[in-house]
């Protein structure tokens, strides 16, 4: 049958049939607005804010709003896999998501794919970062830092690689490495390895005739007046 209008019902209801259609039951707008069900008990209220409402938009998406300051659960095989807490944290695997998501295992491997079988394109993982801060991957063990890897923003944008409280080698946006120091401006047509507070190895960056590799000891080739200098006097 047809149904005009709405309709509440106290109680349970069994709804069978369908007859040529190839869902149980159709529940349309009469033009093209939004159309939805919504979900209450004596705990939410019934007010058109409460509870929870699934159903279609004017804009035809499907949407489900939970009303209510609660979680939501999605399961499968009677068991919960996804949870979205009240605050927007969604967890997979775990039902206290601490980040914004949290990927849990605690029976198998947690492993996060990114699988691009496209013959033309690429698979990439993008981590952006307002202007002036850091774009980081953090390695950590039983919740403690071990190393992290990252575009240090407030640092002329150079890559650090840091362990649980030190930077242990930097790289600066003209390929200039430092293991255990920051590596100074040198001479614009060398490439630099510093080591230490003392140790260099430089060569010139593109190969040609009377190219040159200095191994030095507190020294550096300096960018701004092109001459040596000591690292540290």
Not at 23 to 44: K, M
Not at 101 to 120: E, F, R
């Amino acid at each position: 049958g047809t149904i005009s209008g709405d309709l509440t019902i106290s109680g349970d209801l069994t709804v069978s049939g369908g007859g040529g259609f190839a869902y149980t039951e159709v529940i349309s707008a009469s033009d093209s607005g939004a159309s939805y069900t919504q979900y209450t008990n004596s705990s939410t209220g019934s007010g058109t804010g409460d509870g929870t409402v699934m159903g279609i938009g004017s804009s035809e998406e499907a949407q489900i709003w939970n009303q209510e300051n609660t979680h939501m659960i999605f399961a499968t095989n009677n068991t919960e896999r996804v949870r979205i807490l009240a605050g927007g944290n969604v967890g997979i695997g775990t039902a206290s998501p601490s980040q914004l998501l949290t990927v849990s295992s605690s029976s198998a491997d947690a492993i996060l794919a990114i699988d691009c079988s496209h013959a033309g394109s690429d698979g990439m993982l993008v981590i952006e970062s307002a202007t002036g801060r850091d774009s980081m991957i953090r390695l950590t063990e039983a919740d403690t830092i071990k190393w992290q890897i990252y575009n240090d923003g407030s640092d002329s944008d150079k890559l650090k690689i840091q362990d649980d409280g030190d930077v242990r080698v930097t790289f600066d946006q003209s390929g200039n490495v430092g293991i255990g120091v920051v590596p100074d401006a040198w001479y614009g047509d060398y490439s630099v390895l510093q080591i230490g507070g003392a140790g260099s190895l430089m060569a010139t960056t593109t190969q040609a005739d009377g190219d040159s590799t200095y191994l030095s000891h507190n020294a550096f080739l300096d960018l701004t007046n092109n001459r040596w200098e000591y690292i540290s006097t």
